[in-house]
Structure formats: structure tokens, C-alpha cells
């Protein structure tokens, strides 16, 4: 796979930092925002090929994050990947976040093998 430019939108410091790690361990980059706000000003300015969307974030939540995307790509015709990343896997979630919109998920704590399969499933690589 090629390398990838990743925004990691995380409110958590040490999950931050661990996974700027996973990405760096498998030859991809990554940009971190504290929050689904600073998410939507990051992507005004920068393009990236995924997104890791923290679902519990202040401000404005993961899932609100996606909506605002996805809503603004309706009218840029354009599809940026995003991948969800929750503690709290309940059976349902994949469905759930599937029909609200994003591209793939990962329950936390993340492991970077299961990053790395997700990343490949939702790129096609």
C-alpha cells in the first residue's frame, strides 16, 4: 500500500500519540485535531486520503464531523474515506456508522493490525 496521508481526529493525547505511531510503523503520515470542528477547518485547508474520525470528541463529535463532510461533498461531488474509531463497540456500531456515512470502522483500543486491514479494505489496496 502506499504511504497515506492520514487526519486523525482525536480528542485524547496518549491515543493521539499511539496512533501517529501505527501510522508512522506502516509508512503513512498523519495530521492530528483535538475535535470534529478543527477536523472540517484542517480539511478546508489540506487534503488527505482518510480520515480517522474519533467518535466521542467535545465541541462537535465524530459523528457530527461526518455529517458536515458528507454534506459538503454533495455539492463537490468528491468522497474523502473515513473510518470511525470508538471505545464503545456495541454489536450494532459498524451498521450504525455505515448508515450515517462513514467508510469503515475500529473499535478502540486500536491495534495496528487491525488499522492497517481497515485502511486496505476501505482504500481498496
Known sequence: ???LKV???EDNTINQ?????????LGH???VVG???K???CLAKLTFDVVLMDVMMPQMDGLEALAAIRLREQTTGAHLPIIMATAHVEPGD???FKKAGA???VGKPIDQNALQAELQRVLGG
Not at 500519540?17 to 510503523?25: N, P, Q, S, Y
Open 7 to 9: 487526519l486523525v481526529a
Open 1 to 3: 500500500m502506499r504511504a
Open 103 to 105: 467508510d469503515g470502522y
Open 29 to 31: 503520515t498523519g495530521v
Open 35 to 37: 475535535d470534529g470542528e
Open 17 to 25: 500519540r499511539l496512533v501517529i505511531a501505527m501510522l508512522t510503523a
Open 94 to 96: 459498524r451498521a450504525r
Open 39 to 41: 477536523a472540517l477547518k
